[in-house]
């Protein structure tokens, strides 16, 4: 019983109430996998953070010298970060959770005589799954019913030659291992190759062939990224350097004044002030939410790399078929191989007698309830022009399908008549192999050549159609035994979606240059081309032009075509390492098994979420939900905004570390008072780590974003001009703390009163800091009229707090704080802006050069 005449009533599937039932007795269908870390887990990590330790053992050491309440205060606040901690952590992993979820494997069921599509996870024994080319099959089943299918065990038995299945209907057969023709069995994580069927799961889990043999990984291994890398090493210098500057510390203050307890508590201070432990904590959370963000826009990212890399794409390469334009094809134009036929959308009750023959042998080449919208497009037509005729042929059985293959990009059926006299075959597919099928002559192709290239001027997609009729018992193994005439030509429509051209110019923009890839006609695919705004649509580089071309002259020709037609999916490849010899950045569109070398070689491979095979998506680095352009467009403007936000995130960490260190060391050195003891640490921590973590990542895009061009890949996230503006930041803030202190204590507000004067110039600074560093284009004013509530809320607690710690009595003494007056609080004020000022003074001078310096 072919595939395509079992109707969804035939088989009712699994109820959805057994379907539960079944799912709570067996569980997921999945094998062991890395899990998300519990509340537990995480808390437990907090504790093997080196700032925590560092902080134990400050408070640790105020119980030895008996200084109870400083000991209570710390340790209080090691509840406090690991509260924080926790929030940020959690706010990732749920993250990623709801990426992993929207990443699960899809099947295709019949429950309850309805076809649905779920979560792999979710299939059970005995659920009906239907597989076409390019799924990989969610659980080991027994097919039922199939049409030419293969499927690559590879996986499981290491053949790498797909391996032939043949139905078994009543579905009894014993169970066998992998490997050999003719067995019925398809095995979870293997990939159907060619063919579609139908098949009963019967295990599931580690029930599994795969299970059995223990193919899956205990854990999840995340790749580590460029940025993670680069980070990794700069945190290393900085701790090396820092554990340098504690040692000479811990030297210098036990030697020069004899408390060796103190000295250690000094040490500890600068070891704090100057470890970088918030850098890899705000790149986890920055690519876990950036691609939590993007995944709301419709774009699943499922490698992080893919998020560094998006903001530095230089060429989109783009499928026209529903990405460009919107995969809803209606008929527009019929050719019966002497006159054309153009079909109004108001009209289309009525059809010319003449034309009948060409849309009633097109609905037999298609399949019965299809899901192709060329083939909805005929079913449509002739259901509303030819219903109730002699060309409507319900009850035919279909007795064979020659499917499409690389030889011959036409597909036939083959029916039987009700007299059982005979076959009628018809076949649908691209007019130049409807042509070879036909054995037309020279002048004959050249004749139709022109019908062709006069509907392809219109955009039109063509099908060419042919009949034949076969008396024989025994089909042939071709389609090119069959004696076909040809019956005429199909143009279809496929509107571009409306977001398009406003998204290609969007590009253009932002220094991306946007290549179109069709196997459509090169008068179509430069129709399409003009309607959307694509550059240079006369050049069109057509797939048999490829093939002439040598490697040189080919590479030479991807550096101005736009548009590639009549291209075959293995010549994607070809144009995307063309591309990428040329130093282009390439992200590659694909939805079909053939497109996955394509997609894996390009530096971003963006698989088709709703037509894309599964295998399409697992070469992928980003899926595109919806196949919509303009979301490719939202993504790469989603990472340009996470690296922005990522690298002044990271400035302001460099920077503030500055005065908090210097704060810290250079009084040891001097002999001066005390300006930071660990309690002012701690409390500058639980501003810097959710400010650069939450508030620096919820910072809206700047306003030019899309008007760059692209970044380096290889640029470094911390450039020179970067780390060099971050310590001139950081130093000039150092200069207001250690000015407001020594003026204090030489207009005699004693060491305590300087103390918290020099604190509050430092917080201030650390606020103007933030303010400064949420772009690097536009001034400290303008910036406050961009809404970030994240940060707002951020900077009134921190504003609630320091009132409380410098007027609460209980507080001033725990930080060691003096009394001050009101008017101090504004040459603290003057202090904390002025140690910015240069800075915004800069970005002027730059703005008026016309320098970026993001890019800079």
Not at 16 to 33: F, H, V
Not at 108 to 121: E, H, M, N, P, T
Not at 735 to 756: C, D, M
Request: charged residues 20%; glycine residues 8%; hydrophobic residues 45%.
């Amino acid at each position: 019983m072919p595939l395509q005449d079992i109707k969804i009533g035939d088989i009712r599937g699994l109820s959805e109430t057994e379907a539960k039932a079944r799912l709570k007795r067996d569980g997921y269908n999945e094998l062991p996998s890395a899990k998300g870390r519990s509340f537990f887990a995480i808390a437990f990590g907090v504790f093997k953070e080196p700032m925590l330790l560092l902080l134990v053992a400050c408070g640790g050491i105020y119980l030895v010298l008996g200084e109870f309440h400083d000991a209570a205060m710390l340790l209080g606040f090691v509840f406090v970060i690991i509260g924080i901690t926790i929030y940020q952590e959690g706010k990732a992993e749920r993250a990623i959770e709801a990426l992993r979820d929207l990443s699960s494997p899809r099947a295709l069921v019949i429950r309850d005589g309805a076809q649905r599509r779920i979560s792999g996870k979710e299939v059970v024994k005995g659920d009906i799954i239907i597989i076409r080319e390019g799924d990989r099959v969610p659980a080991d089943a027994i097919l039922l019913w199939g049409i030419n299918v293969t499927a690559d065990e590879s996986i499981l038995s290491g053949e790498s030659a797909p391996v032939r299945k043949m139905p078994d209907k009543e579905g009894a057969a014993e169970f066998k291992r992998p490997g050999g023709d003719d067995l019925p069995f398809l095995y979870s994580g293997s990939l159907v190759v060619q063919g579609q069927g139908v098949a009963k799961v019967i295990s599931i889990g580690q029930e599994t062939e795969m299970g059995k043999i223990g193919k899956a990984l205990s854990q999840i291994q995340e790749e580590e990224t460029l940025l993670q890398k680069e980070t990794g090493k700069l945190v290393k210098v900085i701790f090396a350097v820092a554990l340098l500057l504690c040692v000479i510390v811990v030297a210098a203050y036990g030697l020069t004044r004899g408390n060796w307890m103190e000295s250690i508590l000094s040490g500890i201070t600068l070891a704090m002030a100057m470890l970088p432990e918030e850098f890899p904590v705000v790149l986890t959370i920055f690519l876990a939410l950036g691609a939590w963000r993007i995944s709301k826009k419709d774009v699943l990212t499922r490698k992080a790399a893919a998020v560094e890399i998006l903001g530095s794409t230089t060429v989109l390469c783009v499928d026209k078929t529903g990405t460009l334009t919107q995969n809803r094809m209606s008929i527009k134009k019929i050719f019966n191989g002497r006159e054309f036929y153009n079909i109004a959308d108001d009209k289309r009750g009525s059809l010319p007698e003449k034309f009948h023959e060409v849309v009633e042998y097109g609905i037999l080449a298609s399949k019965k309830d299809p899901f192709d919208p060329m083939e909805k497009a005929l079913e449509e037509l002739g259901y509303t022009t030819l219903y109730e005729t002699e060309h409507i042929h319900k009850d035919w059985p279909l007795i064979e399908e020659y499917p499409i293959s690389k030889e011959v990009t036409a597909l036939s059926h083959v029916w039987e008549t009700p007299d059982k006299e005979g076959f009628v075959v018809s076949a649908k597919g691209a007019p130049e192999a409807i042509q070879d099928l036909c054995h037309l002559s020279a002048s004959e192709r050249k004749a139709l050549g022109v019908r062709i290239n006069e509907m392809a001027a219109e955009g039109l997609r063509i099908l060419g159609i042919a009949k034949a009729f076969f008396a024989k018992e025994k089909l042939p193994l071709s389609q090119h035994a069959f004696d076909f005439k040809f019956i005429g030509l199909i143009g279809l429509a496929d509107p571009i979606r409306p977001s398009v051209p406003l998204a290609i110019q969007e590009c253009y923009g932002a220094g991306i240059r946007v290549v179109m890839i069709t196997g459509d006609y090169p008068i179509t695919a430069q129709n399409i081309a003009k309607q959307i705004g694509l550059k240079n649509p006369e050049t069109v580089i057509t797939g048999p032009e490829i093939e002439k071309m040598s490697a040189e002259e080919f590479k030479e020709r991807c550096k101005t075509g736009n548009i590639f037609s009549r291209v075959q999916p293995e010549q994607k490849l070809l144009i995307v390492n063309a591309l990428k010899t040329g130093g282009e950045v390439v992200a590659m569109t694909g939805d079909g098994v053939n497109d996955a070398p394509a997609l894996k070689s390009a530096q971003i491979g963006i698989a088709m979420g709703e037509r894309g095979t599964d295998v399409a998506r697992e070469a992928s680095d980003i899926v595109l939900l919806n196949d919509d352009f303009s979301s490719i467009v939202e993504a790469v403007r989603l990472g340009r905004r996470i690296f922005d936000n990522l690298r002044k995130a990271m400035a302001y960490v460099i920077s503030v570390h500055v005065p908090i260190a210097g704060a810290a060391l250079i009084p040891v050195i001097m002999g001066w008072p005390i300006i930071l003891y660990p309690a002012h640490i701690v409390f500058l921590e639980l501003i810097i780590d959710p400010v650069c973590s939450i508030a620096f990542e919820s910072e809206p895009a700047e306003k030019e974003i899309m008007k760059r061009p692209p970044r380096n890949p290889k640029g470094s996230l911390f450039g020179r001009t970067l780390l060099t503006l971050s310590f001139l930041q950081g130093l000039s803030s150092l200069v207001a703390v250690i000015a407001v202190f020594q003026v204090s204590l030489y207009f005699g507000q004693g060491e305590a009163g300087a103390r918290a004067l020099a604190f509050i110039t430092l917080i201030i600074s650390n606020i103007c800091l933030i303010f400064t560093n949420r772009s690097w284009t536009r001034s400290i004013i303008s910036v406050f009229s961009v809404s970030n509530k994240a940060l707002l809320s951020l900077v009134a607690g921190t504003t609630v707090f320091l009132l409380l710690i410098i007027y609460v009595p209980f507080m001033q003494k725990a930080f060691h704080f003096g009394q001050i007056h009101s008017e101090d609080f504004l040459i603290c004020f003057i202090a904390g802006v002025w140690s910015v000022l240069w800075f915004e003074l800069l970005k002027v001078v730059f703005r008026k050069m016309n320098i970026d310096l993001m890019k800079a």
